[in-house]
C-alpha cells in the first residue's frame, strides 16, 4: 500500500527537535504546546540564540518572538503554515513564505527586508528558466503575474493575470520610531488558483503531501528598487510542501526526517571531504571514490559479505564554504569505483534540498548478496563528485565536512527499490554529432522490454523519474505507452543544465505493465553544430532515471546498446526542427529573447561555466567529467 503522508505518523514532539533551522522553519498552526519542561527550556535557548545570530535582520524577531505588531506577525494568525526562506548565501538575509492551502486556491503572504519590490516563484529545475513568477512592487503598489522565458532575464508579464492582489505595503519594523529605512519591511498578500488552465504561462500546483510526489521547487528575489531588476544576493531557493499530509504538516520538513532516521535507522555514516583545497579556477568537478574496504572501516558494511539496505540521505555542506558548492552527487558502482559508463546517481544536493528517505519498508540494496551481476546487481561502493565555482578565484578556501550521510539498516524490508534507465544510458551514439540548429532525438523502447525484463512481476509502480541532459539541452519528455495509447507522459518543459544537471518531474506515481513502451524525446538547440554525444560536460545526452517497485534485477536499462536484453534494445532516430520552434512547448508566449534587465544574469552563477576538471588534487576523476546529476534530494517520495 503507497503511504500517504510524508511524516510517516511522525509526533509533534519529534517536530521541535531542537536545531536552528528546525526553530526557523516554523510549521505555524501545525504546532501544539510542549508538555516537556527539558524541551520546552531547549526550545526558548534556541529562540534567544537565534536573535542573537540573526539580530540586524527586521525579520527574525518576527519569527522568533511573535511579539511583532506588525501586519507581518499577524499573518502568522490568519495562515497555517509560515516558513523562514534564507537566501543562498547569508542564512540571516531571507524572506518570509505564509500560506494556506484552501479548495481550489493558493493563499499565500510573502515579506522581505527591502523597500523595493520581492517575487516568488515556482520552477521545474530551481533556476529562472520557465519559473512562473509573481512579484510585488511597492512604488505602484501592483502585483504582476509573469513568467521567465528559456533565458536569463527580467520575467515578462503574462497574457493572462491569475494572481490576485490582497493587501500590499511597506511595514515599519522598527521599534525605535526613527526614520531609518533599516528595519522596514514590504510585504505582499495574494491568491490564484492552484490550476489556471492549460496555455497559460503558469506552473500548476499539485497536491505534494503525498510521500511519492515531488515538493514544489520555489525561488524568490527581493530588492530596494522601485522596480524589480537585479537582486544581488537577495536570492534564494528552496523545497516546499505546500499541501499539508495527514498529520496537518506541511513545510520543508527536517525534523521529520530526522525523526524517522532517528526511529528507523539502524546506524549511518558519513562521507566527507577533510581539508580539501577549493581550487582559484572558476569551475571544478572532484571525484572521491569509497571501495567496500574503505565501507567497511566506516561501519557501513559488517563485512566483505554484508547487504544492508540504505533508507535514508542526509547532505552535510561546510558552512565557511557554502558559498561555492554548486552540487554534491552520490554515485553507486556495481563493482568497484571504475568507469563512468556503469555508475549510477543514488542521491544528490544542491541548495535548498538537504535530506532525501525512502518510504517505511522500502530500501535500497546495497552490498554483495542482492542477486546479480553487472547494471542490475546490487550496488558495492560509492563516488562523490564535488562541483564547486570559485568565479571570483579566491585562494586559501578548505573544505571540512561537505559530504553525505548514509542512514541504514540491517533488518529485512518489504520492499526493494530498483533504477532502470530509458534513453542512452551507455551513449552508445558517443562521437556522433546532436546536428545543427533546433533538433528532436527520440529513443523508442519496444514493449518487448517489459516483456521480458518484469520476470518476478506482471507490473510495476514507477515511484520517481528524473531527466538528465547536458548544456544544449533544452526540453525532454518520457512517455509510457499501452496498445499505442500514451498513458503518461513525464515533462521538463525547461530544462537548464546550470541549476542540477537534471529534474525530478512533480506527478503522481504510475504503474507499468508487461508489453508497455517507452518513448523518450530530448530536443536541443546546437548553435554552432559542434556538439557531440558524450560523457563530458561540454558533450551531450539524453536519458531518463526512473525509480519503481519492486525491484527487477534485470530491469536496468533500455537503450541502442543494452546487452542484457536484445528486447530492451530501443530504435534511435533525430529530425531538424525550424529556427522558431518552441520545442513543441504548450506555453502561450514563445518569445525567447527579451532584453535583460543588466548584462548579469538575475541569479548569480546562472551563467555558462568554464568547465575545468581539477586535476591537481589527489581526489580528482581521471575519467571525463560526466555530469549525470540526478538530484535525488528531491526525490518524488521524499519529504523536503
Same mark, same amino acid.
Given at each position: ?5 510524508k ?23 501545525? *504546532? ?35 511579539s ?38 493558493? @493563499?499565500?503572504a ?7 519590490w ?21 512604488s505602484?503598489?501592483e ?23 490582497? &493587501?500590499?505595503?511597506?511595514?515599519? &519594523? ?10 522596514? %519591511? ?59 499530509d ?45 571501495? %567496500? ?5 566506516l561501519?557501513l558494511?559488517?563485512?566483505?559479505s ?20 554548486? @552540487? ?47 547494471f ?8 562523490? $563528485? ?18 553525505v *550521510? ?7 524490508? *518489504? ?12 551513449v ?7 546536428? $545543427?540548429g ?16 518484469l520476470?518476478?512481476?506482471?507490473s510495476?509502480t514507477?515511484?520517481?523519474?528524473? @531527466? @538528465? ?38 506527478q503522481?506515481?504510475y ?21 557531440r ?10 536519458m ?5 517497485y ?20 530501443s ?22 529573447t527579451?532584453?535583460?534587465?543588466s ?29 549525470? %546529476? ?11
Amino acid at each position: 500500500m503507497i503511504p500517504s503522508s510524508k511524516s510517516f505518523g511522525a509526533t509533534t514532539r519529534a517536530l521541535l527537535a531542537i536545531t536552528l533551522f528546525t526553530f526557523l522553519h516554523s510549521y505555524g498552526g501545525a *504546532e501544539s504546546p510542549m508538555d516537556d519542561e527539558a524541551e520546552s527550556s531547549s526550545y526558548e535557548e534556541a529562540a534567544a540564540s537565534t536573535t542573537i545570530v540573526c539580530e540586524d535582520n527586521p525579520l527574525y524577531p518576527v519569527i522568533s518572538s511573535r511579539s511583532s505588531s506588525t501586519t507581518t506577525a499577524a499573518a502568522e494568525e490568519r495562515f497555517d503554515y509560515n516558513l523562514w526562506i534564507p537566501s543562498l548565501s547569508d542564512p540571516c538575509n531571507g524572506i518570509v513564505l505564509y500560506w494556506n492551502v484552501n479548495n481550489e486556491t493558493l @493563499h499565500i503572504a510573502v515579506a522581505a527586508p527591502v523597500t523595493g519590490w520581492v517575487g516568488i516563484g515556482f520552477t521545474e529545475t530551481g533556476g529562472m528558466r520557465g519559473a512562473d513568477i509573481v512579484y510585488y512592487e511597492a512604488s505602484s503598489n501592483e502585483l504582476v503575474d509573469a513568467h521567465v522565458p528559456d533565458a536569463y532575464v527580467r520575467p515578462i508579464a503574462d497574457v493572462l493575470q491569475d494572481w490576485t492582489l490582497i &493587501d500590499g505595503q511597506v511595514l515599519d &519594523d522598527d521599534d525605535d520610531d526613527d526614520d531609518d529605512d533599516d528595519d522596514d %519591511v514590504i510585504f505582499f498578500e495574494a491568491e490564484r488558483s492552484l490550476f489556471t488552465n492549460k496555455g497559460h504561462e503558469d506552473i500548476e500546483i499539485i497536491n505534494d503531501a503525498s510521500v511519492f510526489v515531488h515538493n514544489h521547487l520555489m525561488i524568490a528575489a527581493w530588492g530596494d528598487g522601485s522596480s524589480i531588476g537585479f537582486h544581488g544576493a537577495n536570492v534564494a531557493r528552496k523545497s516546499v510542501q505546500l499541501f499539508p499530509d495527514e498529520d496537518n504538516l506541511a513545510g520543508d520538513g527536517q525534523a521529520i526526517f530526522d525523526a524517522e532516521m532517528t526511529s528507523r535507522a539502524e546506524g549511518s555514516v558519513q562521507l566527507t571531504l577533510d581539508g580539501y583545497t577549493i581550487p582559484t579556477r572558476e569551475t571544478t568537478y572532484s571525484d572521491v571514490c569509497y571501495t %567496500v574496504n574503505d565501507l567497511i572501516a566506516l561501519g557501513l558494511y559488517k563485512d566483505a559479505s554484508s547487504s544492508p539496505y540504505l533508507i535514508g540521505f542526509g547532505f552535510l555542506v561546510d558552512p565557511e564554504v557554502v558559498e561555492y558548492l554548486h @552540487h554534491i552527487v552520490l554515485y553507486a558502482h556495481s563493482n568497484s569505483c571504475g568507469s563512468v559508463w556503469e555508475r549510477k546517481v543514488v542521491a544528490a544536493w544542491t541548495p535548498g534540498n538537504d535530506f532525501v528517505y525512502f518510504p517505511e519498508g522500502m530500501g535500497l540494496p546495497v552490498g554483495q548478496t542482492k542477486g546479480g551481476s553487472g547494471f542490475g546487481a546490487s550496488f558495492e561502493a560509492f563516488t562523490i $563528485e564535488y562541483h564547486f565555482d570559485n568565479p571570483g578565484g579566491r585562494a586559501g578556501q578548505i573544505d571540512n565536512g561537505s559530504g553525505v *550521510e548514509l542512514y541504514y539498516t540491517n533488518d529485512a524490508l *518489504e520492499t526493494e527499490i530498483g533504477m532502470t534507465v530509458m534513453g542512452d544510458l551507455a551513449v552508445s551514439l558517443g562521437g556522433e554529432l546532436i546536428g $545543427e540548429g533546433k533538433t528532436q532525438h527520440t529513443y523508442e523502447c519496444p514493449s518487448g522490454c517489459t516483456n521480458d525484463a518484469l520476470a518476478s512481476t506482471d507490473s510495476v509502480t514507477v515511484i520517481f523519474e528524473a @531527466h @538528465h541532459m547536458h548544456q544544449t539541452g533544452k526540453r525532454l519528455t518520457n512517455e509510457l505507452i499501452r496498445d499505442d495509447t500514451v498513458i503518461n507522459t513525464a515533462t521538463i518543459d525547461y530544462w537548464d543544465f546550470y541549476q542540477n544537471g537534471a529534474a525530478i518531474v512533480r506527478q503522481e506515481p504510475y504503474v507499468v505493465q508487461k508489453g508497455d513502451a517507452y518513448r523518450t524525446t530530448c530536443y536541443f538547440h546546437d548553435e554552432k553544430g559542434d556538439v557531440r554525444y558524450g560523457a563530458g560536460s561540454s558533450d551531450e545526452m539524453c536519458m531518463t532515471f526512473l525509480y519503481y517497485y519492486p525491484r527487477q534485477v534485470g530491469w536496468n536499462n533500455c537503450s541502442p546498446a543494452n546487452s542484457f536484453f536484445a528486447s530492451c534494445r530501443s530504435e534511435f532516430s533525430s529530425v531538424s526542427l525550424s529556427s522558431d520552434s518552441n520545442f513543441d512547448r504548450d506555453v502561450t508566449d514563445t518569445t525567447m529573447t527579451p532584453a535583460p534587465v543588466s548584462a548579469e544574469p538575475l541569479i548569480p552563477g546562472e551563467s555558462s561555466p568554464t568547465t575545468s576538471a581539477d586535476e591537481s588534487s589527489a581526489f580528482s576523476s581521471t575519467t571525463s567529467q560526466m555530469i549525470v %546529476v540526478v538530484s535525488m534530494c528531491l526525490l518524488s517520495f521524499a519529504v523536503l
